[in-house]
């Protein structure tokens, strides 16, 4: 039985858009500026013009392939992405929360 390192559901869980919510440095909160994340179910990611895949490891830790600057960011369910590191000597967290996206088969009545 062979095991992949990421499993497919963890993927189908995850996709979907991820717009920033909050961004604190240094302990001080500042307006969010940063760009949407684009997670797609096939493991693939997009920020702008970034592009690259993402590894789920034990369940909570996302790893973006092409992301040098942030390392790996922590997962709250399926609903919020959260990095944290140390920018210019001082510590910094990026809060990024998933869109809400009506199922396909949705109907307003």
């Not at 869980?13 to 307006?31: D, F, N, P, R, W």
């Not at 500026?33 to 970034?50: C, F, R, V």
């Not at 592009?51 to 369910?77: C, F, P």
Request: hydrophobic share 35%.
């Amino acid at each position: 039985m062979a095991i992949s390192g990421t499993p497919a559901q963890a993927q189908d869980s995850l996709s979907g858009t991820y717009t920033c919510v909050s961004v604190e440095i240094a302990g001080k909160m500042h307006h969010c500026k940063a760009p949407s994340i684009e997670m797609n179910s096939d493991g693939s990611y997009q920020i702008l013009a970034e592009r690259g895949t993402y590894e789920i490891l034990k369940g909570h830790w996302l790893v973006l392939s092409a992301a040098k600057n942030h390392g790996r960011a922590r997962l709250d369910g399926s609903k919020e992405i959260i990095f944290e590191f140390v920018s210019g000597g001082k510590k910094s967290k990026i809060t990024y929360r998933r869109k809400y996206q009506r199922p396909p088969a949705w109907v307003s009545g």
